[in-house]
């Protein structure tokens, strides 16, 4: 717990401060491929730029890609998820529908085809990994509400005459923490492998070089056949790594819940 | 038995809106995004075959309005009509069809293999409340299908030489360039698998029925057999549907780092040459399939657990 803490804030500091940090790195171009050395202290890559400097620039596009398609999507599922747990009107029984066959479609492929006719931006990027990862957030999240609903002290403030408004702000929200943040965790670790992955194929933004697109170029240019397993090992160390520990965090999140869950069993 | 048939009939709606909704995606993507749809369609190089380009504007009624072409569209996909790959120089039925049984010979044995060692590895977890085999899980299911793949290639291929660096698979001899991809896939699949069989299995040794079945006094591993396998297998059936699809995703990834000729490395081609047409059918290709296997999963688990059909 403490260890995934510490990695996810190294890393979101890391992005934060990546344009300071840089300046640390020595800057000068050395020869391609070459090993670690003092002067490059995770070598070269195929144009004989530092690998380091480029995993610290690269850090930050994937750091906010990660954290913020992640937000997008848990704050959308988190809504169509209240909306299709509590009312019971066609509206939301679409809503429902909606989650369900979204759930089914193989999400990489339609990756893939959107993003292949989009110009290639972070901003692109964020939105479309938004705009497909919500039904897994807004099905855990309707299913607790529609326990909620039917609980004894949310039946008895509607008894009470309470708006639906005051039922879910003071009632259902405080109710789903625990879910919303294990999904959530788990939405990072996901947006930053989905978008890892859509780099690797080579749909990312060039400009912009994220983890998956250091391994993209790694590959394409014969990293393996040049034995420069530094240009390879670090980016995908670090996608691990920042994963683990939101899953891990995701994990612990779960583990409260279900203890929450026991003792108001007993 | 009335309410088990209206069931049915919104299972069914469920999947025919799901079918509906890809397809109809399908359409819209290329039309409504920035550029010339035209290109959007066939890619840059149609306008270089002018002769074929208007072949098959017409084919696809291009020049009439969008409810035409669509009716068209849906014509042409149930007739097999995926269009014409300028950079193949074939039709994209053709193309595809040559990378996809590749594809499926690799999906369909790692991805059995995954499910069972995955949910027994799962199920296993859950029942001795394992919390290290958990974390082990997570870490190899966060490691990124592909990059795994570039490691074990870099080792055991380039490094020591064990297996080729790659390529297609012609014939029996060949079989050793399936074994690194597969395993990769495989390993990653028993991560997924696991972690989701944990959390099913845990959730029903949390139902009232198993505290009966230990009151009462039976054995663990009865208990464990009779009552819990039994309880969980719907749900890991309906779930290991939904990991075929992660397996199509994985092995897309994976056959690119192994330069193995299969819808990935198709992907991965179609990408660099900007080739339209067969992302587009993979993709409808890959969704028919994924639908597919969740129908019918679905179906089984229904069949098994009376549970689930009222």
Redesign the interface.
């Given at each position: 717990m403490k260890v995934s803490i510490l990695t996810v804030a190294f890393f979101i500091l890391l992005a934060i401060f990546s344009d300071q940090v840089v300046e640390l790195v020595p800057l000068k171009r050395g020869e391609i491929f070459s090993p670690p050395s003092s002067d490059h202290l995770l070598g070269t890559n195929d144009v004989g730029e530092d690998v380091l400097k480029e995993l610290i620039i690269a850090t930050k596009v994937s750091v906010v890609i990660s954290l913020f398609s992640a937000t997008l999507s848990a704050i959308l599922g988190l809504f169509i998820g209240i909306f299709s747990g509590y009312y019971r009107s066609l509206t939301a029984k679409i809503f429902e529908?909606f989650t369900?066959?979204f759930?089914?479609?193989?999400?990489?492929?339609?990756l893939?085809?959107?993003s292949?006719?989009?110009?290639p931006s972070i901003f692109n990027i964020i939105l479309l990994i938004a705009l497909f990862s919500w039904p897994s957030m807004a099905r855990i999240v309707r299913a607790r509400v529609f326990q909620l609903r039917n609980s004894g002290f949310v039946q008895s403030a509607i008894l009470f005459g309470a708006s639906d408004f005051r039922i879910i702000l003071h009632h259902i929200i405080p109710n789903l923490s625990e879910i919303f943040f294990a999904r959530f965790s788990m939405l990072v670790?996901y947006s930053l492998?989905v978008e890892?992955?859509l780099s690797?194929?080579?749909?990312a933004d060039p400009t912009n070089k994220s983890w998956?697109a250091m391994?993209h170029y790694?590959?394409k240019r014969g990293a393996?056949?040049n034995?420069a397993?530094w240009c390879?090992?670090p980016?995908?160390v670090c996608?691990?790594l920042l994963?683990?520990s939101f899953?891990?965090l995701s994990?612990e999140f779960e583990k409260v819940r279900?203890t929450e869950?026991?003792s108001i069993n007993k | 038995m009335v309410q088990g048939s209206s069931e049915k009939v919104t299972v069914f709606f469920?999947?025919f809106?799901?079918f509906f909704?890809?397809v109809t995606?399908?359409f819209v993507?290329?039309r409504a995004?920035?550029?010339d749809p035209v290109v959007?369609l066939f890619g840059e190089e149609a306008y270089l075959h002018p002769e074929i380009l208007q072949e098959i504007r017409k084919e696809f009624g291009l020049d009439k309005p969008l409810i035409e072409q669509y009716f068209l569209y849906i014509e042409n996909l149930f007739t097999g009509n995926f269009g014409y790959s300028f950079s193949f120089h074939k039709p994209v039925l053709e193309v595809i069809s040559e990378y996809m049984w590749r594809t499926i010979l690799l999906t369909l044995p790692s991805t059995v293999v995954g499910v069972l060692f995955g949910v027994y590895v799962g199920s296993l977890i859950a029942w001795k409340k394992k919390q290290v085999e958990?974390?082990l899980m997570?870490?190899v299911?966060?490691?990124?299908v592909?990059?795994l793949g570039?490691?074990f290639?870099?080792f055991f291929s380039?490094k020591a030489g064990i297996f080729p660096l790659g390529g297609a698979i012609s014939s029996f001899e060949d079989v050793n360039k399936l074994i690194l991809p597969s395993t990769t896939i495989v390993l990653h699949l028993i991560a997924i698998n696991a972690l989701m069989s944990r959390a099913i299995v845990?959730g029903t040794m949390?139902e009232s029925f198993i505290v009966t079945a230990i009151a009462k006094g039976l054995k663990g591993e009865t208990v464990l057999r009779r009552h819990v396998i039994r309880a969980s297998l719907a749900p890991i059936i309906a779930m290991s549907a939904?990991e075929f699809?992660f397996a199509?995703?994985g092995s897309?990834?994976v056959e690119?780092?192994f330069s193995y000729p299969g819808i990935g490395l198709l992907?991965?081609e179609a990408?660099?040459v900007?080739d339209?047409p067969i992302?587009?059918a993979?993709?409808i290709l890959?969704?028919i399939i994924?639908?597919s296997a969740?129908a019918i999963a679905d179906l089984i688990s229904k069949a098994i657990d009376p549970r689930l059909r009222s």
């Open positions: 529908t369900e066959v759930l089914v479609i193989p999400t990489l492929p339609l893939i085809v959107f292949f006719h989009l110009p670790a492998i890892s992955s690797f194929i080579g749909l998956g391994l790694a590959l393996i056949l034995d397993w390879f090992v980016p995908g996608i691990a994963a683990v899953l891990l994990f279900l869950k026991f | 469920r999947y809106l799901t909704l890809v995606l399908n993507i290329p995004m920035p550029g959007n958990v974390v997570i870490v299911y966060s490691i990124p592909y990059w570039i490691i290639l870099y380039y845990s949390n939904i699809g199509f995703s897309i990834l690119i780092v992907i991965w990408v660099r900007r339209y992302l587009q993979i993709f890959v969704a994924v639908i969740n």
